[in-house]
């Protein structure tokens, strides 16, 4: 996957996902890009429908964008979202995000900004949720 070189990538590394983001904060949040991974059977549109499903479920989300592309070459959704600020976290955020499933593998890409500055990163995020490859 292709991340901006000035990003930092995160030094924790697990097996079933990757961090990295933008140094610079804006409301003092950083951009960012989260992949991981879990099992999963069916194919990649499948799976970003499972992501749908849930993403909807949740009480601070909602779906502004949802829309039918080929990444990777598998047809599945890219899918942008706004987060409500939580307990947690008191800065909205925007997210864009998509799934491939391939050999068992479930894999989520998600960018994401400040609501406030989303539109400054929107063409980052979708040049990295498109470079994403997962094996075959």
């Given at each position: 996957?292709?991340?901006?070189?000035?990003?930092?990538?995160?030094?924790?590394?697990?097996?079933?996902?990757y961090?990295?983001?933008?140094?610079q904060?804006?409301e003092?949040?950083?951009?960012?890009?989260?992949?991981?991974?879990?099992?999963?059977?069916?194919d990649?549109y499948?799976y970003?429908?499972?992501g749908?499903?849930?993403?909807?479920?949740?009480?601070?989300?909602?779906?502004?964008?949802e829309?039918?592309?080929v990444?990777d070459?598998?047809?599945?959704?890219?899918?942008e979202?706004?987060?409500a600020?939580t307990?947690?976290?008191?800065?909205?955020?925007?997210t864009m995000?998509?799934?491939l499933?391939?050999?068992?593998?479930?894999t989520v890409?998600s960018?994401?900004?400040?609501?406030?500055?989303?539109e400054?990163y929107?063409?980052?995020?979708?040049?990295?949720i498109r470079?994403?490859v997962?094996e075959r």
């Open positions: 996957m292709a991340v901006p070189s000035t990003w930092k990538a995160s030094s924790v590394h697990s097996p079933s996902g961090t990295a983001s933008d140094p904060p804006v003092d949040f950083h951009a960012g890009v989260n992949v991981y991974t879990e099992p999963f059977v069916r990649s499948a970003a429908r499972a749908e499903v849930a993403l909807r479920n949740r009480p601070n989300v909602t779906i502004d964008v829309r039918e592309e990444v070459g598998d047809p599945t959704l890219v899918i979202s706004r987060w600020p307990p947690a976290s008191s800065i909205a955020y925007r995000q998509v799934s499933a391939s050999r068992g593998v479930g890409a960018c994401a900004a400040a609501t406030i500055a989303f400054r929107r063409s980052t995020c979708e040049s990295i470079s994403l997962v």
